[in-house]
């Protein structure tokens, strides 16, 4: 079965500073991951994906994230916080979608803070 | 393309009534799923469909639960008898599965937020 740990149910950083998330998978077979963006009261974004071609995966709003196999990570970076990336960020996998069903496994999310 | 769209944002109701929402997905996706998530918490899965039919439902999904997509095209999900423990947000998302260069892309409507008093 697949799983989605995220490291830290809050991060708070100062605008300007480094945005790390964290989040590793558990998976018997490659994955797909995912990264989404939740604004309160709205449904998720997505921010990225990993389909396993490139390992560095750029996404909107200067974020990325690399894929990390032999560390089961797929952790999400913004060099630079920006007030407007205040938000609840989500963590998925899913399997490699052939035939059968793909529904994406979430973690239970991670809250960014950016202080001015 | 308008996106994934849900109906209606907000549902209030009282313990024991019948609810019903309605997704709308991206114009010819043929993957249909929905997702309920709780205060403080991912999205779980609990049913899709490709076209009009419904290939698996999650343990999630009481018999209280039954989701519909009659034409292949919007969908329903009711909740009968809703009890004070079916309060969540309900999303749903849609994918294409015949376009490759999208891989299970799923992209989520607004939701709807169901309080049962």
């Known amino acids: 079965a697949q799983s989605v740990t995220q490291l830290g149910s809050h991060v708070s950083v100062s605008e300007g500073a480094l945005v790390l998330l964290r989040c590793n998978y558990s998976?018997?077979?490659?994955?797909?991951l995912f990264w989404y963006v939740q604004y309160p009261n709205q449904g998720l974004q997505l921010l990225l994906k990993?389909?396993?071609?490139?390992?560095l995966v750029k996404g909107i709003n200067g974020f990325e994230a690399e894929f990390k196999k032999s560390e089961t990570s797929f952790h999400l970076t913004k060099p630079s916080a920006h007030m407007s990336d205040a938000a609840e960020y989500f963590c998925?996998?899913?399997?490699?979608?052939?035939?059968?069903?793909?529904?994406?496994?979430f973690g239970k999310g991670t809250r960014l803070s950016v202080i001015a | 393309d308008t996106g994934v769209s849900q109906d209606p944002r907000h549902k209030i109701t009282k313990r024991g009534q019948n609810v019903t929402f309605r997704c709308d997905p991206i114009?010819?996706?043929?993957?249909l799923y929905w997702y309920r998530q709780t205060l403080g918490q991912g999205p779980e899965f609990l049913t899709y469909?490709?076209?009009?039919?419904?290939?698996?439902k999650s343990r999630l999904l009481s018999d209280r639960f039954s989701a519909e997509r009659p034409k292949g095209s919007f969908s329903t999900l009711e909740i009968q008898r809703t009890e004070q423990g079916d309060s969540a947000m309900y999303l749903c998302?849609?994918?294409?599965?015949?376009?490759?260069?999208?891989?299970?892309?799923?992209?989520f409507g607004a939701g709807t937020r169901l309080s049962v008093l």
């Open positions: 998925a996998v899913s399997e490699v979608p052939s035939s059968g069903n793909t529904p994406l496994v």
């Open positions: 998976s018997s077979v490659p994955p797909y």
């Open positions: 469909f490709q076209n009009e039919a419904q290939l698996e």
């Open positions: 990993y389909t396993s071609a490139a390992t």
């Open positions: 114009s010819e996706h043929n993957r």
């Open positions: 998302a849609s994918s294409s599965y015949r376009d490759l260069g999208q891989k299970n892309i799923q992209y």
